[in-house]
């Protein structure tokens, strides 16, 4: 390994990792730092294609293979680092969840990262969190499992480590890919999430966004970020991003869904164990913005 400071990245081959990999490596602040790149599959397509996006970074860049499953795998992945970005996914790549249980995996994942950060005695851990909703409703939302367990691991980030900085990003623009957020009806392209058309919510490029934010805090290093909450992203209603389409000649239509048909079309895709996580999550997410 080399000597200079090095600073690991999960789940590098996805949306937040990949752009936080390139945000790194193409920061002025950071040229002196390494960045290793975790992943489960060094050998797939998605990392030969990182790799070869940063091809011109020299030596910088090199990918480990590690599982947040498996707590010494990551803490070999981190020995050494002075920094870990860290994110928890709310699926298991090609499972569903079957029942509410099953979603505590991301609890799971999230005290092996923090153990082995820990152990591994990282300088800056970065992590990218989410609100507490059971708290933030007085208890009156207390099934929006993503959003509360990304907080619990957060609090026990700021427990057990030195010098913690979280990133709270808003909704992801890639969630527009999905049929209950957004589809083609035709050559109408439908705005169908279950909330009103001029509800504002924050959005974030996963990749861009969280990258920029994420680089910016380890160059500013723990003195100015430690326990610092981030904010990330823009405020849009459905009705405003049907007006950006528009703009680029696309016929838009902003046609809430049910909740019921929006608990339907998401658990038929990530299972039933989310139904209610999801249905609390838009009942929040409009009572939160009607609110403000």
Not at 98 to 123: M, P, S
Not at 221 to 236: A, C, D, E, L, Q
Request: proline share 4%; with cysteine.
């Amino acid at each position: 390994m080399s000597s200079a400071p090095t600073i690991v990245v999960l789940g590098s081959t996805s949306g937040q990792g990949r752009g936080v990999v390139r945000a790194i490596l193409s920061h002025p602040s950071l040229a002196h730092y390494h960045v290793v790149g975790v992943t489960r599959d060094v050998d797939s397509s998605t990392a030969k294609a990182l790799l070869n996006a940063h091809k011109d970074s020299g030596d910088r860049l090199r990918l480990v293979s590690a599982d947040i499953y498996d707590r010494e795998s990551l803490l070999k992945a981190f020995t050494g680092a002075y920094g870990v970005f860290a994110v928890t996914s709310d699926n298991i790549p090609g499972k569903s969840a079957e029942t509410e249980e099953d979603l505590k995996h991301q609890l799971e994942a999230g005290k092996n990262i923090v153990a082995a950060a820990k152990e591994a005695a990282i300088e800056h851990f970065v992590f990218t969190s989410l609100p507490d909703v059971a708290k933030a409703s007085g208890g009156k939302y207390s099934k929006v499992f993503h959003f509360d367990f990304k907080a619990q691991i957060d609090e026990l980030a700021r427990k057990e480590l030195k010098n913690v900085t979280t990133l709270l990003p808003g909704y992801f623009f890639t969630n527009l890919n999905w049929p209950w957020y957004c589809r083609r009806d035709g050559e109408v392209v439908r705005f169908c999430a279950p909330m009103s058309k001029d509800t504002e919510c924050e959005w974030a490029d996963a990749d861009y966004d969280v990258g920029v934010f994420a680089a910016a805090a380890l160059a500013a290093g723990p003195t100015k970020t430690r326990n610092k909450v981030y904010p990330i992203g823009r405020k849009y209603s459905l009705a405003q991003l049907a007006s950006i389409l528009e703009k680029l000649s696309v016929k838009t239509e902003v046609r809430p869904s049910t909740l019921e048909e929006w608990e339907d079309a998401t658990v038929a895709i990530v299972g039933p164990g989310w139904r209610v996580d999801l249905r609390q999550m838009m009942e929040w997410t409009e009572r939160c913005r009607r609110r403000r």
